[in-house]
């Protein structure tokens, strides 16, 4: 059975735009042509895609798939072993999830106080201290980590509230651009990348684009930085990281 790009696009959410540039860039490219030249999708092409996609929750970049499943001499296994970290991942994001419902529970039951039950259930999933103690040792000498400091601690729910909609939603638009297959230097995402700045700029500490240029880095050095990020829609590190560079 073969599908045209329009029919693949509507079975698999991806975009028809993303098929072409997959198409172009030799990761998905389909096998057969209409006689007007129209691109046709076999069953092969579409488990390929699949695995793309897999590949690309996983948090491999874009430009290292392609040569990951040709090298590969057992399609089969291959897949199992992308299962077996998939079902790894489950079991995180489900610790996380009953820890947001309980922290849920909490606030919706209009709680003032907590119980020490109620401590482990909303961090189950978590392990913030590692995070906090890098972030001291790392930046506490700075002057950017002493103002971020400065000004989180006078805020409350409401600001935290804020931020956290007005990250993902600069997130969301860049995530949108990254999957219809726009370059890092288009200038919708570079409208975007400075949105990014500047909420940083506004919410933490001043934030040059020299500085924001070496936090782009971070986020594909640290490993853990690219988990978090690549949440957001596999391969957005390295998207958001190429995109801060090319500001």
């Not at 948090?59 to 290292?64: A, H």
């Not at 077996?84 to 947001?100: S, Y």
Request: charged share 30%; proline share 3%.
């Amino acid at each position: 059975m073969a599908f045209t790009v329009g029919e693949l696009s509507r079975l698999t959410g991806v975009t028809v735009r993303a098929l072409h540039h997959y198409d172009e860039i030799g990761l998905v490219r389909p096998s057969q042509r209409t006689a007007a030249g129209y691109r046709l999708y076999d069953d092969p092409d579409v488990l390929r895609l699949q695995q793309v996609l897999v590949f690309r929750e996983l948090g491999v970049p874009l430009d290292e798939i392609a040569t990951a499943i040709d090298k590969a001499t057992d399609r089969a296994a291959l897949l199992r072993a992308h299962r077996a970290q998939l079902v790894d991942r489950r079991g995180r994001i489900d610790a996380m999830l009953a820890a947001v419902d309980a922290a849920l529970q909490v606030l919706e039951n209009g709680r003032t106080t907590m119980h020490s039950d109620d401590f482990k259930k909303i961090f189950d999933g978590f392990n913030p201290q590692d995070y906090a103690d890098e972030a001291q040792q790392r930046w506490g000498h700075t002057e950017a980590y002493k103002e971020s400091a400065r000004r989180t601690t006078h805020y409350g729910t409401a600001e935290w509230e804020e931020i956290r909609r007005e990250s993902e939603g600069i997130y969301a638009r860049l995530r949108d651009l990254m999957q219809q297959g726009a370059a890092a230097a288009d200038a919708d995402v570079q409208a975007a990348v400075e949105d990014h700045r500047m909420h940083i700029d506004r919410w933490f500490y001043p934030c040059s684009r020299h500085m924001h240029h070496g936090l782009g880095e971070m986020y594909i050095a640290d490993p853990r930085f690219t988990a978090n990020l690549d949440k957001v829609a596999p391969g957005f590190a390295r998207f958001l990281r190429d995109a801060i560079a090319a500001s």
